[in-house]
């Protein structure tokens, strides 16, 4: 069973940048599809980007932040990481790292094991 822990969130403003980290642990990590999801307040959660399982050939993003973020996987670190340009205020929510054992999927209901979330925040 893989533990998940996210770090990097932070206070950013509109255009900058952040990346997040996904530390894996207690498991193959080679085993899981990665996946990153997002809930803002008062919102529901949302999918924002997905990694395939085992060397990340295929990556899916939301619509909303294609062309802004990038998903990769570092198997030798056990890591994911979101690296997200262009900053909007809208990406303000608290962002969750999550593990399947899918090949890929945008669907949270094919992750079994999630990250206790990291807070970004943009300010206007």
Excluded: H
């Excluded at 949270?108 to 990250?115: F, K, L, P």
């Amino acid at each position: 069973q893989v533990q998940l822990e996210e770090s990097g969130g932070g206070l950013v403003q509109t255009g900058g940048s952040l990346r997040l980290s996904c530390a894996a642990s207690g498991g193959t990590f080679t085993s899981y599809s990665m996946g990153w999801f997002r809930q803002a307040p008062g919102k529901e959660r949302e999918f924002v980007a997905t990694i395939s399982r085992p060397s990340g050939v295929r990556k899916q993003y939301a619509d909303s932040v294609n062309g802004r973020f990038t998903i990769s996987r570092d198997n030798a670190k056990n890591t994911v990481y979101l690296q997200m340009n262009s900053l909007k205020p809208e990406d303000t929510a608290v962002y969750y790292c999550a593990g399947s054992v899918a090949l890929w999927s945008a669907s949270g209901d094919a992750y079994a094991y999630w990250g206790q979330g990291t807070q970004v925040t943009v300010s206007s």
